[in-house]
């Protein structure tokens, strides 16, 4: 298989939200398959250090201001990335936030918060980067979802409600724009340790109960996704679009144990069926 179906070289990408967490992940291994970034965050002068860091990978990276929940800002971060590079071919739309709560303390303002930021935000950011997209009749859009999108989880109504949007967003924004050489995917990770959720992994007794659903037996760690994001940014995926990669670890299966016991099960059955054979009539 040719490397070039992997290579960005050439290639601006911009990925929102990278102060922290898998947003820089994602940038890094971007940037390592030979893509240019644009940063952004809510504040600019945060991604400075992760700018030097693009940059020492014998990249070019600029740093822009963006709040997806402003329109305004929107436009002046992407009218500035078009200016910096006069060409954009890659979107990972990956600003998004959350607030864990039981669904009855929920929050006018919690909701909005949540639904405006991960998936209003995602739509306007993917709607002004691919009107720059269309005249040159190329681009890779990446919605980042989640394992959220599709099983219920309590304590997540509003965010599995933003990343279940985000999941149908992707297939009809692809409906939309394949026609114009863009394709349009969702990354959903599984369960990741992120800044936003650290908390939870420092509990060891939930982490052995998250560990046991997952079929693989541990979290993900932010490598795992490294394969996934170049993937759906290259040519290697030209052929796929309006679809969710799920990266999970397989928890998405449904991971319950239909026996109580492999060991104990086995001998049991095979009782059972011989049993039942001396009570069948010849």
Same mark, same amino acid.
């Given at each position: 298989?040719?490397?070039?179906?992997?290579?960005?070289?050439?290639?601006?990408?911009?990925?929102?939200?990278?102060?922290?967490?898998?947003?820089?992940?994602?940038?890094?291994?971007?940037?390592?398959?030979?893509?240019?970034?644009?940063?952004?965050?809510?504040?600019?002068?945060?991604?400075?250090?992760?700018?030097?860091?693009?940059?020492?990978?014998?990249?070019?990276?600029?740093?822009?201001?963006?709040?997806?929940?402003?329109?305004?800002?929107?436009?002046?971060?992407?009218?500035?990335?078009?200016?910096?590079?006069?060409?954009?071919?890659?979107?990972?739309?990956?600003?998004?936030?959350?607030?864990?709560?039981?669904?009855?303390?929920?929050?006018?303002?919690?909701?909005?918060?949540?639904?405006?930021?991960?998936?209003?935000?995602?739509?306007?950011? $993917?709607?002004?980067? $691919?009107?720059?997209?269309?005249?040159?009749?190329?681009?890779?859009?990446?919605?980042?979802?989640?394992?959220?999108?599709?099983?219920?989880?309590?304590?997540?109504?509003?965010?599995? $409600?933003?990343?279940?949007?985000?999941?149908?967003?992707?297939?009809?924004?692809?409906?939309?724009?394949?026609?114009?050489?863009?394709?349009?995917?969702?990354?959903?990770?599984?369960?990741?340790?992120?800044?936003?959720?650290?908390?939870?992994?420092?509990?060891?007794?939930?982490?052995?109960?998250?560990?046991?659903?997952?079929?693989?037996?541990?979290?993900?760690?932010?490598?795992?996704?490294?394969?996934?994001?170049?993937?759906?940014?290259?040519?290697?995926?030209?052929?796929?679009?309006?679809?969710?990669?799920?990266?999970?670890?397989?928890?998405?299966?449904?991971?319950?144990?239909?026996?109580?016991?492999?060991?104990?099960?086995?001998?049991?059955?095979?009782?059972?069926?011989?049993?039942?054979?001396?009570?069948?009539?010849?």
């Amino acid at each position: 298989m040719s490397d070039a179906l992997f290579d960005l070289s050439g290639q601006t990408a911009i990925v929102t939200g990278t102060s922290r967490g898998l947003g820089q992940h994602f940038a890094r291994a971007l940037a390592k398959a030979g893509a240019d970034l644009i940063l952004t965050s809510r504040k600019r002068d945060t991604l400075l250090p992760f700018e030097k860091e693009i940059q020492s990978l014998g990249r070019k990276a600029v740093s822009l201001e963006l709040d997806v929940r402003e329109q305004q800002s929107i436009e002046r971060m992407v009218a500035a990335a078009e200016s910096a590079f006069g060409h954009l071919e890659i979107l990972v739309n990956n600003a998004g936030c959350n607030v864990r709560k039981p669904a009855l303390d929920v929050t006018w303002d919690d909701w909005n918060l949540i639904l405006d930021t991960n998936l209003r935000g995602s739509f306007f950011v $993917a709607q002004a980067v $691919a009107r720059r997209m269309i005249p040159r009749r190329y681009g890779r859009i990446i919605n980042i979802g989640s394992v959220t999108s599709v099983a219920g989880y309590a304590g997540l109504a509003p965010y599995g $409600a933003s990343r279940g949007g985000i999941r149908q967003l992707t297939m009809s924004l692809a409906d939309d724009w394949g026609k114009h050489g863009i394709t349009v995917n969702c990354l959903a990770p599984g369960w990741f340790r992120t800044e936003q959720n650290k908390i939870l992994y420092e509990n060891k007794e939930w982490l052995d109960y998250l560990c046991d659903r997952i079929p693989v037996k541990r979290p993900g760690a932010p490598h795992d996704l490294d394969s996934a994001i170049v993937f759906l940014a290259a040519e290697s995926s030209r052929y796929i679009t309006g679809q969710t990669l799920l990266v999970d670890g397989g928890i998405s299966t449904g991971a319950t144990r239909a026996l109580a016991s492999s060991a104990k099960s086995a001998p049991a059955t095979a009782a059972s069926a011989r049993s039942r054979r001396k009570r069948i009539p010849r």
